[in-house]
């Protein structure tokens, strides 16, 4: 079994600016890194540092039992690998690609078919942050695997396995990237706001850190009420809430500022309490997010 201390040689295919940095990463980390892109030009810094450029792709995938691949999208992965499925029996696979927990599982199926181990991974960080600690990585698949290669994805940063089934890498992926659009979005529509006051958004910006950091602090408390199914009101009821939801809405037509993004947020409120959920703390609009979107809604 592979150490702590131990090297483990790997191939990278795909070098954006992602998988450059993943490259690099792993080659500072003492890790034999050969690489394999269809413009090879964007090897040649990584070559200069003593990455290996594979002659071909079939060299590629021989070169090494550990093949990361992150390139645009599952259709490109397979369109790379799917010709060269032989070559795969008896390696391991970590696919670092965007995609959907559907396209994850679907793609483990099929490297099982080929004999193949699979790992799905995402990466929650910008590739200048590839081996520092702001970098966050997430592994599905066989917990076997990823202890076998944990000393060589942890080169890329902090690395957290999340379990056997292979579609929750990109689950958790997705749900961040809910959460980034909802931060931003309430940002944008505050400095439209704010700005038809004049304010510029960079005095807005300052509050904005310092609010998000608050309301960050109360979602531990939410998690623990929304696993055990229970909502008290410890602070305000969702009715309390609706209220300053419909300031929101009037600020926002009275400023002749884009009111959709309000409007939704209130429409969440208004199906909460006509489901009885009033006088609940904020964390049981969950159970509106449990229930299916309406057909044309």
């Given amino acids: 079994m592979t150490t702590k201390n131990s090297t483990h040689p790997v191939t990278v295919l795909g070098l954006g600016l992602m998988g450059r940095a993943l490259a690099g990463a792993f080659l500072r980390g003492g890790h034999p890194t050969t690489v394999w892109n269809r413009t090879a030009a964007k090897a040649d810094d ?40 032989a070559l795969l029996e008896g390696r391991a696979l970590v696919n670092l690609t965007s995609g959907t927990s559907e396209q994850a599982r679907e793609t483990a199926a099929w490297a099982a078919g080929l004999g193949a181990t699979y790992l799905d991974g995402v990466i929650l960080a910008v590739p200048q942050a590839i081996a520092t600690p702001d970098a966050i990585l997430l592994h599905s698949g066989p917990a076997e695997a990823f202890e076998q290669y944990e000393p060589v994805l942890r080169s890329l940063g902090p690395t957290t396995y999340l379990g056997t089934d292979h579609g929750l890498s990109a689950l958790h992926d997705i ?25 510029p958004a960079s005095a807005f910006a300052d509050l904005t850190t310092r609010m998000a950091a608050t309301v960050a602090d109360w979602t531990p408390g939410y998690a623990k009420q929304i696993d055990e199914g229970a909502y008290p009101a410890y602070d305000s009821t969702i009715d309390t809430h609706l209220a300053a939801m419909d300031h929101l809405v009037h600020e926002s037509e009275a400023a002749g500022i884009n009111t959709e993004l309000p409007k939704s947020v209130k429409a969440f409120a208004d199906r909460a309490i006509a489901a009885g959920r009033g006088g609940d703390g904020y964390a049981a609009m969950i159970e509106v997010f449990r229930t299916p979107s309406e057909v044309g809604a």
């Fill in 175 to 199: 749900a961040v990237l809910g959460l980034m659009w909802s931060v931003l979005n309430g940002f944008l529509q505050g400095a439209a706001l704010l700005g038809s006051a004049g304010v």
């Fill in 46 to 85: 990584l070559v200069a540092e003593g990455v290996t450029l594979a002659g071909s792709l079939q060299d590629a995938l021989t070169a090494n039992p550990l093949i990361v691949v992150c390139v645009s999208d599952y259709e490109a992965f397979h369109g790379l690998l799917d010709p060269h499925g």
